[in-house]
């Protein structure tokens, strides 16, 4: 029996991957608004009926493959700063920022999918803001253990409104905050400002990666490596992150 269960297993999650792969070739021909479980079904000769046991809706599929998308950039990011002295923060902060970039770039459809137009008359589960928020997580973890080594607190002094305060308060709670203790307690403990400044760093990374997949920045920059290096820097520096080497 177990040996029954584990092959049947082993078959629902090849098929899985083929109706996700499928899905994602339609991505690409005809955006998220076109995907059609009908469409995958037909390009993978099978019965509707077959296919639906797995998604039983369109929104189903969509929020499969934002899943995945936001998975799949996350594990981008952690690999890459794992690649760099735990002690050279700021080489960590950029490896986030060039590794976030290099996966839009080979991902340009599931890119536009979680970052690009909202899709007609579809709502995310709350369950996709976890992994919605890896890249945000790891700037943050990168900026507290930054602060810990210099023993000095996270800088955070400008002033912030009340609204602002209000909502760095609420941000603290995120599920994406609270899927680690170590992660929750120390941002607990970070000024709003603190967290304001990791807030811009994500805004820059990805509207940087926005601009130059959707073209924004054709006849404007071509240097787009040293422009991205530039903004990951200049984004650390209020949180005083540095190169340091043992």
């Known amino acids: 029996m177990a040996s029954t269960r584990g092959f049947r297993q082993r078959v629902r999650d090849e098929l899985t991957r083929e109706i996700k792969d499928v899905a994602r070739r339609q991505l ?10 009908r469409a995958v079904t037909r390009e993978l000769g099978m019965a509707s009926s077959a296919v639906y ?5 369109r929104d189903a599929l969509l929020t499969a493959l934002i899943t995945d998308a936001y998975v799949g950039l996350g594990q981008a990011a952690r690999r ?30 599931e890119y ?14 709350e369950h996709t803001a976890i992994p919605a928020g890896e890249v945000v997580i790891l700037l943050a973890q990168i900026a507290i253990e930054a602060a810990v080594a210099r023993r000095t607190g996270t800088p955070g002094d400008d002033p912030v409104t009340d609204a602002l305060a209000t909502d760095v308060e609420i941000l603290k709670t995120h599920p994406a ?6 992660i929750a307690a120390a941002l607990a403990e970070m000024p709003a400002s603190g967290v304001l400044h990791v807030l811009d760093a994500w805004t820059m990374l990805f509207g940087a990666v926005s601009f130059e997949l959707f073209g924004h920045y054709a006849d404007v920059l ?14 650390a520096a209020p949180l005083g ?3 340091q080497h043992s």
């Open 28 to 37: 690409a021909q005809v955006g998220a608004g076109g995907l059609s479980v």
């Open 53 to 57: 046991r797995y998604f039983p809706s």
């Open 80 to 109: 890459a700063e794992s690649q760099v002295a735990r002690e050279d923060h700021l080489g960590r902060w950029k490896a986030v920022f060039r590794s976030v970039r290099e996966w839009a770039r080979e991902h340009p459809h």
């Open 112 to 125: 536009a999918l979680v970052y690009g137009s909202p899709v007609p008359g579809y709502a995310a589960p």
């Open 177 to 182: 905050v609270s899927q680690d203790d170590e």
């Open 222 to 235: 071509t240097s787009l490596d040293d422009y991205l290096d530039r903004l990951a820097t200049k984004s």
């Open 241 to 243: 992150l540095t190169h």
